[in-house]
């Protein structure tokens, strides 16, 4: 170890018959953390991926893992570890055959796998299914057999990729904690592509939030929460998305900027005492509270948040007050403007 960052890309590009896969990646990846990679699908979070496992070569750039150049070193070359959405479980084998077979590939001693299995098959929660075949298994515990398989490899960087994206909704939020725990305990790197924002919010250190083949923004989950560098990671990040607003429909803004506002930091106000009035397109009732959709001319996406159940009829028009000191600048390039 010498303290820098475990994983590096540098300026890594691939391409396709000249169609871009990836451009421009740089990233710095400490030991240790959890990295996602997030972003609508085709943005190139796979390729990324896989060009960190060595499954794909760039055309250009230079990727570093534990400081060795392995840019061009064949994936079962670069100590790492993958689970993917699939599973990628061979399923006439059981659960413990499955956790196993990397180890008796490798000719690790028999004891050795056992006591491996054991403690993998412990910290997944799978212990008693060991000879049960795939098929025998629910999706979730599918997904934990991946991740034991993952975690007797005993490899210090992990790549998953979209690995709970077959769960339903209730599984994937309990998988997710477990991946989480896993992670710390072991004290491992994972870099983790995902499609949903939530997932990445709630799972990882730093986010990476592609559009493109391009990176849009590198930061905590607070800093594209609260900080987004442009107005495609304002709307990708956080649900409902930011609101955007033309600066012209609002009055005391005479520049041509694009302001963004979330919708705890917009309230409906008495006729006359609002920055804007705007007509009521609809009402979701999310259980704690109720998602006002709003429109008006030169806005997207605007939205308020009422306590409880209260539902508005379609087509009603209210005055809604913004929290100035809260309201973010983008230029017309859409890119954030600071010390304004
Ligand atoms: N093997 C391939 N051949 C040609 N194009 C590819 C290949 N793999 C990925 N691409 C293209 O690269 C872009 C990024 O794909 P991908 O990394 O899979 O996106 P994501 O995982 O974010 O959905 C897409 O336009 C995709 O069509
Ligand atoms: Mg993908």
């Known amino acids: 170890m010498n303290g820098g960052p475990f994983v590096i890309l540098k300026d890594v590009a691939k391409r396709w018959n000249g169609q ?36 794909e ?24 570890s993958m689970v993917f959405q699939s599973y990628a479980l061979f399923p006439h084998l059981s659960v413990a055959e499955n956790v196993i077979f990397g ?4 000719r690790v001693p028999k004891a050795e796998r056992a006591e491996k299995m054991k403690r993998a098959l412990e910290i997944t929660g799978l212990t008693g299914l060991e000879s049960r075949k795939p098929g025998e298994l629910s999706g979730g515990q599918r997904q934990r057999v991946a991740l034991a398989r993952a975690i007797v490899a005993g490899q210090r960087l992990c790549l998953m990729d979209e690995p709970l994206s077959n769960l339903d909704a ?5 998988v997710r904690k477990d ?4 992670q710390r ?8 592509v995902t499609h949903d924002q939530t997932e990445a919010m709630s799972m990882a250190d730093k986010i990476v939030l592609m559009k493109d083949g391009r990176i849009q923004q590198v930061g905590t989950p607070d800093d594209l929460y609260n900080r987004p560098a442009n107005t495609f990671v304002a709307e990708f990040v956080g649900a409902p998305p930011m609101a955007l607003i033309q600066s012209s429909v609002l009055a005391g803004f005479d520049k ?17 005492k609002g920055q804007l009035t705007c007509t009521v397109s609809e009402a979701e009732f999310l259980g704690s509270e109720t998602l006002i959709g709003l429109s008006h001319e030169g806005t997207t996406g605007l939205s308020v948040l009422q306590p409880g159940l209260s539902l508005m009829d379609e087509g009603v028009t209210v005055d809604i007050a913004f929290d100035t000191a809260k309201l973010h600048k983008f230029n017309q390039e859409g890119d954030r403007i600071t010390g304004m």
């Open 103 to 106: 180890l008796k590939v490798r």
């Open 170 to 174: 209730k599984l994937r939020n309990s």
């Open 256 to 272: 041509d900027l694009t302001l963004g506002v979330r919708a705890e930091h917009a309230t409906i106000v008495e006729k006359g």
């Open 57 to 80: 070569i760039p055309d250009e750039g230079q990727i570093l893992i534990d400081s060795r150049d392995v840019t061009t070193s064949a994936a079962s070359d670069r100590n790492l």
């Open 185 to 192: 305990d072991l004290g491992i790197t994972v870099v983790y």
């Open 179 to 182: 991946i989480k725990k896993l």
């Open 20 to 55: 871009l896969g990836v451009e421009d990646i740089s990233l710095e990846i400490e030991e240790g953390s959890f990295v996602a990679l997030l972003g609508p699908s085709g943005c190139g979070k796979s390729t990324s991926l896989r060009l960190l496992a060595g499954l």
